[in-house]
């Protein structure tokens, strides 16, 4: 399973010598898999989950005669986190079924960098306590994908990290006893604070964990996601509204004076449209829950009390791009 960082998806690639009958994806989180209902390979079967069961996912592939390959598309949310069980049955006597799991990490959507970063962050998130360099290297690991399965031999170990979707970057430096993070992805430190203190709680390990959230770093991830946002909130009005334009029967070959210009290069700009809003299914959606998640995190680190139905008046003003701009009054600076 990689990450296609330019779509922000994952892809799950199950390729066999022999024909596959069927494939069963089962998973304790929540992922959303992309044009289910249009997978010419297989005929795909969802179930219910139900809670006690402790699943987020059950859905088989059932594939045509002749199948030895299967890509699949999945996207989560940073701060889900689970295990991915796959099992995958092929057309072979005496019946067999080969499983593999993959981990679903909180911050899926950072991805290691090796390029020099100048600029410092200027968030941070400090532990100490009576850890080892293996513990301190497990703990990161859990949360962040791509790191080796076991820590460098130096004492003191750096890596780099970006967010696909936001483009903020996180640096992580950690030694015996010692991690400490740097990053402006106020939900990152959020998430990693949870982690780290979860997985310290389980060896009864103390930590004496700090943390400074700037408002620099507030502004700086909003503008982002407000610009994204504006893009995809604006295509998709786009669309829709070509929609309407072509259920009026106006063809614009032969009667082109109906419509104005403006009209006549948005009916032209269709598929670029649609192209691009496929290349990132939902992401409209997920820059709104992630704004969410911010101002949730930010209230939370901070201290504050959210008052009431500021974060219903949020979820309204994500809705529509005039109103975005005015999305840092809501939040308590």
Known sequence: MFLDSENLIYHLIIELEATIDNVLLQCNCLVNLIDV???????VSKSKCKEEDNNKLLITYRCQLNTTKLELKMWSHEGDYGILTVYITPL???KCCQV???????????????????????????????FSLSEAHLWISNCLPG?????????????????????????????????????????????????????????????????????????LMIDVIVSKLKTDINNDKTLKLINAIKQLSVNPSINGE?????????????????????????RMQRLQAIMLALFDDWHKLKGLNVKPNSREDLQEALLTSNTLDSLISMFEL
């Open 37 to 43: 209902e249009n997978n010419n390979n297989a005929v």
């Open 92 to 94: 072979l006597q005496p």
């Open 100 to 130: 593999c799991k993959f981990p679903i990490k909180p911050l899926l959507y950072h991805q290691r960098t090796k390029k020099n970063i100048v600029y410092q962050p200027q968030s941070f998130l400090t532990l100490s306590g009576g």
């Open 147 to 219: 790191f080796p399965e076991k820590p460098a031999s130096q004492e003191n170990l750096e890596y780099s990290f970006e967010s696909v979707i936001l483009d903020t970057v996180l640096l992580c430096a950690y030694s015996r006893g010692s991690i400490n993070i740097k990053t402006d992805n106020i939900t990152a430190i959020a998430i990693l604070k949870d982690n780290f203190s979860r997985d310290a709680t389980r060896k009864n390990i103390k930590l004496d964990m700090t943390y400074e959230i700037s408002e620099g770093s507030l502004i």
């Open 258 to 282: 109906s419509l104005t210009k403006d009209y006549l290069l948005m009916l032209s700009n269709e598929e670029k449209l649609k192209q691009e809003a496929s290349l990132r299914p939902s």
